[in-house]
């Protein structure tokens, strides 16, 4: 494991604050500031427990102890989600660049739901301005909101993986039908979307290549399918373009999903170039709107 190395001020033993301080209190002080429990952007993840074993401070006092320096000191303490906030952390941290400051926030993730958000924004003033832009984009992403938000979503998505198990939907299906809707109306025209339960025409497209080796292979494989269509622009946005389009085959017998998969509509100049792109075989939007699919 590398060796771990935390900044502590020499000036700290002359700070009026500090200096006040009884010795538990200093003692915890260069614990916060130096545990492994402390990240890079100055959160540390409470254990009373762990506290007074590293620094003999008795367990029956350790948290009246931390409620002292942090209110000497202005640190913030979060009961609930067990963290310390060390304001000012970045004044002797900074980061050398954008990718160090990136690299430093990923560290909220690890951390619990916490009311420190206001307190994180306020912060940033201690960053250098060049910093400032990309510390609030990051921390807008890891809002409270933002993660409730997440959360939903995957309660929603959880229901609609019960929901379709519960009506033998196959779990490749599923998957697949799920990173269709995802992929957005930049590239699936409004109406040809997939919803979970899928519609009998899902289904039956989905069967039908469970049928055919080599689409097997290919659904064997949904990230590489969605990965393919992401590139694809010359099926962005149109009409012939659904799910079941994706099983079926053009005009020269080609199957549309090896078709994706070996960049052939990746070239989006062809939309003008290339021709009869919904060939003899290949299933237009409409024969297969059913409910289920928008």
């Known amino acids: 494991m590398a060796a771990k190395y935390r900044k502590v001020d020499p000036r700290i033993w002359t700070d009026e604050k500090f200096v006040s301080l009884n010795p538990d209190g200093k003692m915890l002080t260069l614990w916060l500031l130096t545990c492994n429990r402390v990240n890079r952007c100055g959160i540390v993840q409470w254990s009373a427990g762990l506290a007074s074993e590293e620094t003999s401070i008795d367990f029956s006092t350790i948290d009246t102890v931390l409620d002292t320096v942090c209110q000497t000191l202005g640190w913030v303490s979060d009961r609930v989600s067990k963290t310390v906030f060390l304001r000012h952390w970045w004044r002797y941290n900074q980061p050398d660049?954008?990718?160090?400051?990136?690299?430093?926030?990923?560290?909220?993730?690890?951390?619990?739901?916490?009311?420190?958000?206001?307190?994180?924004?306020?912060?940033?003033?201690?960053?250098?301005?060049?910093?400032?832009?990309?510390?609030?984009?990051?921390?807008?992403?890891?809002?409270?909101?933002?993660?409730?938000?997440?959360?939903?979503?995957?309660?929603?998505?959880?229901?609609?993986?019960?929901?379709?198990?519960?009506?033998?939907?196959?779990?490749?299906?599923?998957?697949?039908?799920?990173?269709?809707?995802?992929?957005?109306?930049?590239?699936?025209?409004?109406?040809?979307?997939?919803?979970?339960?899928?519609?009998?025409?899902?289904?039956?497209?989905?069967?039908?290549?469970?049928?055919?080796?080599?689409?097997?292979?290919?659904?064997?494989?949904?990230?590489?399918?969605?990965g393919a269509i992401k590139t694809a622009e010359f099926c962005h946005r149109e009409s012939w373009f659904t799910l079941p389009w994706l099983f079926g085959k053009n005009k020269n017998g080609e199957l549309n999903a090896v078709g994706l998969l070996n960049g052939r509509y990746e070239d989006l100049g062809g939309k003008h170039g290339k021709s009869n792109a919904v060939g003899p075989g290949q299933v237009h939007a409409g024969d297969h709107k059913q409910p289920g699919e928008f």
Do not use: M
Not at 108 to 125: F, G
């Open 97 to 226: 660049n954008v990718s160090a400051l990136k690299g430093a926030l990923t560290d909220l993730h690890d951390l619990p739901q916490n009311s420190l958000s206001a307190y994180l924004r306020d912060a940033c003033d201690d960053l250098k301005p060049e910093l400032h832009t990309v510390y609030h984009t990051v921390l807008d992403r890891v809002s409270p909101q933002k993660q409730k938000q997440k959360q939903k979503q995957k309660q929603k998505q959880k229901q609609k993986q019960e929901a379709a198990s519960a009506d033998g939907t196959p779990a490749g299906l599923t998957e697949l039908i799920q990173g269709w809707s995802d992929l957005g109306p930049d590239i699936v025209k409004k109406g040809n979307g997939a919803l979970l339960p899928p519609s009998k025409a899902s289904k039956d497209a989905w069967n039908r290549g469970q049928k055919d080796s080599e689409l097997r292979e290919v659904f064997g494989n949904i990230p590489a399918v969605l």
